[in-house]
């Protein structure tokens, strides 16, 4: 089992390399955001090609991308383009907390939602129940999350009002300007009103996947010898499908979690557009359509390495919850 | 054989999943997966609307009605949707918008499978070095996040349709090459492909002739699948600005337009919406049924 997490975090070295040349190949053909300051008859013609050199525009985007490189190996992420003044580092980790508090809460939701009805609707397979769930997953898997915000938003923040005239919920942002020091409490149920819709949103179009998932492992395992054996030597049919069925059912599951990890932290990027949510979704689309590679950059590494890093966990895992499976 | 469905027939029973070809089958159990006819006709009732439809409503997507009367007009006679900000028919805008989506979708998803089959069939066949450095491939664009990626892309190559669908598919073919990398190398054991290769067949002629017509029904449920996905895809993108840009309707953009008129005007977000999540569910409804009919192993 050493050997083998060793060799596997070996192999993810080659797969991150291949992320960031992708990644910077594409954020590489984003035109150079100085070469339009030269319209400008203000800005001397020395200090754009200041800029342009100190930026590495002047070199050819593989040279550049090992200027990059060499200053992320020393820890030096470089400057923000977007926020001048910032540096890269800076305007990923204001936007982090807001990405992570949010979809925490939609992972937390969708999860705890999914499970018991992907259990319910695979113990009554074919019954109205399970007609119901599975209707209701495909809607949710089908919805376009931009659509599903702007009605939500035309509902709760236009149409219903609360008796002081103000809408029922905030149509965006995350937090009501001049709350930042409010008592805590104050400042708990301030934000949650911002997060209800962002997070019923998402969590309606993720649970989907997770039921129909829980749902056909559930009766994958349902199916199985030892289900039967325990039903025919009278175990309660409760005991059966708790005890029994849903341990090994629930294995699956498990690397389901584990892989889903990572998406806490890349965001979503339109729900955050549309409620106007300063998160890591939003920031990077904004920073690489304005060839602010470096803050782009550090926000896509993030997720893709914690994509990579949580596939090797979930095999662990997976190792671990299932002792049939050996890895060598 | 055909005896035996004859004596079925006199008896007056049904006939057993024996007596059908493996499409007859495969369409016999489709036909009893009610979902999938639900999503069937949801299809068959967008495509009639798409194409159909401008034959029946002869208005042109893009004329604009002259002044301020012209705009945001509700339903009438004259404009059975309405009228969007510049005076245009929505009804027309919903037809010729419905194409372009449908177009994108179809195109994108057909492509994506295409080019995973490809590099799928290449890695499973001949395994050893091409497999290796074309899966480390594979898996590094998976973990990749792919949607900062596709506005990125879509934001340098243009925003006409046949660019839209090209980032489409520069990231949506690597599920398919797993796919058939797994199928394949389990196919390329069996007693036909080494028939196949003691006569003589060539490498090329195995992977397209013998293996991937058995990779076949499992790339159209994809497929299927797929196609809802790219629309939605081409939604997002055109939602975010980078799409099909303007005077050309895509349901996408239309909704990206429709966005800032949202406290006057709610209809116009209500229209396009609706048309690409019935699609999507049309398209996810009838990709899921069409799974669990070539399963052989479950009853339906």
């Given at each position: 089992?050493?050997?083998?997490?060793?060799?596997?975090?070996?192999?993810?070295?080659?797969?991150?390399?291949?992320?960031?040349?992708?990644s910077?190949?594409?954020?590489?053909?984003?035109?150079?955001p100085?070469?339009?300051?030269?319209?400008n008859?203000?800005?001397?013609?020395?200090?754009?090609?200041?800029?342009i050199?100190?930026?590495?525009f002047?070199?050819?985007?593989?040279?550049?991308?090992?200027?990059?490189?060499?200053?992320?190996?020393?820890?030096d992420?470089?400057?923000s383009l977007?926020?001048?003044?910032?540096?890269?580092?800076?305007?990923?980790?204001?936007a982090?907390?807001?990405?992570?508090?949010?979809?925490?809460?939609?992972?937390?939701?969708?999860i705890?939602?999914?499970?018991?009805?992907g259990?319910?609707?695979?113990?009554?397979?074919?019954s109205?129940?399970?007609?119901?769930?599975?209707?209701?997953?495909?809607l949710?898997m089908?919805?376009?999350?931009?659509?599903?915000?702007?009605?939500?938003?035309m509902?709760?923040?236009?149409?219903?009002?609360?008796?002081?005239?103000?809408?029922?919920?905030?149509?965006?942002?995350?937090?009501?300007?001049?709350?930042?020091?409010?008592?805590?409490?104050?400042?708990?149920?301030?934000?949650?009103?911002?997060?209800?819709m962002?997070v019923?949103?998402?969590?309606?179009?993720?649970?989907?996947?997770?039921?129909?998932?829980?749902?056909?492992?559930?009766?994958?395992?349902?199916?199985?010898?030892?289900?039967?054996?325990?039903?025919?030597?009278?175990?309660?049919?409760?005991s059966?499908?708790?005890?029994?069925?849903?341990?090994?059912?629930?294995?699956?599951?498990?690397?389901?979690?584990?892989?889903?990890?990572?998406g806490?932290?890349?965001?979503?990027a339109?729900?955050?557009?549309?409620?106007?949510?300063?998160?890591?979704?939003?920031?990077i689309?904004?920073?690489?359509?304005?060839?602010?590679?470096?803050?782009?950059?550090?926000?896509l590494?993030?997720?893709?390495?914690?994509v990579?890093?949580?596939?090797?966990?979930?095999?662990?895992?997976?190792?671990?919850?299932?002792?049939?499976?050996?890895?060598? | 054989?055909?005896?035996?469905?004859?004596?079925?027939?006199?008896?007056?029973q049904?006939k057993?999943?024996?007596?059908?070809?493996y499409?007859?089958?495969?369409?016999?159990?489709?036909?009893?997966?009610?979902?999938?006819?639900?999503?069937?006709f949801?299809?068959?009732?967008?495509?009639?609307?798409?194409?159909?439809g401008?034959?029946?409503?002869?208005?042109?997507?893009?004329?604009?009605?002259e002044?301020?009367?012209?705009?945001?007009?509700?339903?009438?006679?004259a404009?059975?949707l309405?009228?969007d900000?510049?005076?245009?028919?929505?009804?027309?805008?919903?037809?010729?918008?419905?194409?372009?989506?449908?177009?994108?979708?179809f195109?994108?998803?057909?492509?994506?499978?295409?080019?995973?089959?490809?590099?799928?069939?290449?890695?499973?066949?001949?395994?050893?070095?091409?497999?290796?450095?074309?899966?480390?491939?594979?898996?590094?664009m998976?973990?990749?996040p792919?949607?900062?990626?596709?506005?990125?892309?879509?934001?340098?190559?243009?925003?006409?349709?046949?660019?839209?669908?090209?980032?489409?598919?520069?990231?949506g073919?690597?599920?398919?090459?797993?796919?058939?990398?797994?199928l394949?190398?389990?196919l390329?054991?069996?007693?036909?492909?080494?028939?196949?290769?003691?006569?003589?067949?060539?490498?090329?002629?195995?992977?397209?002739?013998?293996?991937?017509?058995n990779?076949?029904?499992?790339?159209?449920?994809?497929?299927?699948?797929?196609?809802?996905?790219?629309?939605?895809?081409?939604?997002?993108?055109?939602?975010l600005?980078f799409?099909?840009?303007?005077?050309f309707?895509?349901?996408?953009?239309m909704?990206?337009?429709?966005?800032?008129?949202?406290?006057?005007s709610?209809?116009?977000?209500?229209?396009?919406?609706?048309?690409?999540?019935?699609?999507?569910?049309g398209?996810?409804?009838?990709?899921?049924g069409?799974?669990?009919?070539?399963?052989?192993?479950?009853?339906?």
């Amino acid at each position: 089992m050493r050997d083998y997490i060793i060799r596997r975090v070996l192999g993810m070295i080659p797969l991150i390399l291949i992320v960031m040349i992708v990644s910077f190949g594409i954020f590489s053909l984003v035109p150079n955001p100085f070469a339009a300051l030269i319209e400008n008859p203000r800005i001397k013609k020395a200090d754009i090609q200041r800029l342009i050199k100190a930026w590495g525009f002047d070199l050819p985007w593989y040279l550049r991308f090992f200027k990059w490189f060499s200053g992320v190996i020393r820890g030096d992420w470089g400057p923000s383009l977007l926020y001048p003044g910032s540096t890269a580092r800076d305007v990923i980790s204001r936007a982090l907390p807001v990405t992570v508090r949010l979809m925490g809460i939609e992972f937390l939701v969708s999860i705890a939602i999914a499970l018991p009805i992907g259990i319910i609707s695979a113990v009554k397979q074919y019954s109205v129940t399970d007609y119901v769930v599975t209707v209701i997953s495909f809607l949710g898997m089908s919805m376009p999350t931009f659509w599903f915000g702007l009605l939500m938003m035309m509902l709760f923040s236009v149409v219903l009002k609360r008796p002081s005239g103000m809408p029922l919920l905030p149509a965006g942002g995350f937090i009501t300007p001049g709350l930042e020091e409010a008592p805590f409490w104050a400042k708990l149920g301030d934000r949650a009103q911002y997060l209800v819709m962002p997070v019923v949103v998402l969590a309606f179009s993720s649970l989907g996947g997770y039921a129909r998932y829980m749902r056909s492992s559930m009766l994958e395992v349902i199916r199985q010898d030892y289900i039967r054996t325990a039903r025919a030597k009278g175990v309660p049919e409760r005991s059966v499908i708790y005890k029994h069925a849903l341990r090994n059912a629930m294995i699956p599951i498990v690397t389901l979690i584990a892989l889903s990890v990572p998406g806490i932290v890349g965001g979503a990027a339109i729900t955050e557009t549309i409620f106007n949510i300063p998160g890591m979704g939003s920031l990077i689309i904004q920073a690489e359509t304005k060839a602010d590679y470096p803050t782009a950059m550090i926000g896509l590494m993030l997720s893709s390495v914690l994509v990579i890093a949580f596939n090797l966990v979930a095999d662990i895992v997976y190792a671990w919850v299932d002792p049939r499976i050996k890895y060598s | 054989m055909a005896e035996k469905a004859i004596e079925a027939k006199k008896k007056g029973q049904k006939k057993s999943s024996e007596d059908y070809t493996y499409v007859g089958m495969v369409f016999h159990r489709l036909t009893r997966h009610k979902l999938a006819m639900v999503g069937a006709f949801m299809l068959i009732f967008i495509l009639l609307f798409v194409f159909v439809g401008p034959l029946i409503w002869r208005a042109n997507p893009n004329t604009q009605i002259e002044g301020l009367g012209g705009l945001f007009n509700p339903a009438s006679r004259a404009h059975p949707l309405g009228t969007d900000d510049y005076g245009r028919d929505v009804l027309a805008r919903m037809f010729f918008g419905g194409r372009i989506s449908l177009f994108i979708g179809f195109i994108s998803a057909i492509s994506s499978t295409l080019v995973g089959a490809l590099v799928g069939l290449v890695a499973g066949y001949y395994g050893g070095w091409s497999d290796n450095i074309l899966m480390r491939f594979t898996d590094a664009m998976l973990s990749i996040p792919t949607f900062p990626l596709l506005i990125a892309l879509a934001s340098v190559l243009g925003k006409g349709v046949w660019q839209i669908i090209l980032v489409i598919v520069v990231f949506g073919w690597m599920t398919d090459a797993r796919l058939v990398r797994g199928l394949v190398l389990s196919l390329k054991e069996q007693e036909y492909v080494e028939a196949a290769r003691a006569i003589g067949a060539s490498a090329n002629r195995i992977m397209w002739r013998h293996l991937f017509p058995n990779t076949l029904a499992v790339l159209i449920v994809s497929t299927t699948i797929g196609i809802g996905g790219a629309i939605i895809y081409e939604a997002s993108i055109s939602f975010l600005g980078f799409g099909v840009q303007a005077p050309f309707a895509s349901w996408g953009n239309m909704l990206q337009n429709a966005q800032q008129f949202i406290w006057n005007s709610p209809r116009l977000i209500i229209y396009p919406g609706l048309a690409i999540f019935m699609t999507v569910l049309g398209f996810n409804f009838f990709g899921d049924g069409l799974r669990d009919a070539i399963d052989p192993k479950l009853k339906l």
